[in-house]
């Protein structure tokens, strides 16, 4: 742990907001991260039983998406569909549960119904934000992070529940994403 303090912060986070009873939230980006199976043996032994890592059903759309699709490049559709049998692997031991369904598809400019998870997963944070549940989004998308984290500032809205943005690095660590926006300090910051 000396020598990896990303790793340590990353297990006494994990242990706080799993005590604190967050919602863990995860983005496709993420989940094709080349250290997530890293973060997820670290969320597994770290994280009450309890607790489940979530997937938005838009974000299985996506993967389902790049499975198929014909000009993405083959070690990334093969990443995909191992990410999503580990998936349907992990909701079986109810580790990581699926929320949502074909509703929360959302409408093009064109007047098409589709997958855009960036908006649904900020609908979803504002929802249980609003609903004094905190959350912590794992996401490698910049935009999505700052987008996310504002809802910390909301004025419209007052809640003392928390968004908390990470994404993954090396050996799996969660780390910030940005300095524009920063997370909340949180009681494990001052120790």
Known sequence: ????PEIKYTRKLLEYCSEHNYLFFID????????????????DKTVQSNSSLYI???VLE??????????????????????????LQKCQQNRMKIIGDEEDKRTNE?????????????EKLIYFRNDSQSCMLITQDY???????????????KSSALVLVKKIGKGGALLDNTDDVKNPKLPIDHA
């Open 1 to 4: 742990d000396i020598l990896h």
């Open 28 to 43: 496709t980006c993420s989940l094709l991260n080349q250290y997530f199976y890293d973060f997820f043996n670290m969320f």
């Open 56 to 58: 938005p059903y838009v």
């Open 62 to 87: 996506e993967l389902k998406k790049i499975c198929i699709d014909k000009k993405k490049d083959d070690e990334v559709v093969e990443k995909a569909r191992r990410i999503f049998d580990f998936i």
């Open 110 to 122: 064109r007047g098409e119904k589709v997958v855009h998870a960036d908006r649904v997963m900020l």
């Open 143 to 157: 935009g999505l992070t700052v987008d996310a984290l504002q809802q910390n500032e909301s004025h419209s809205s």
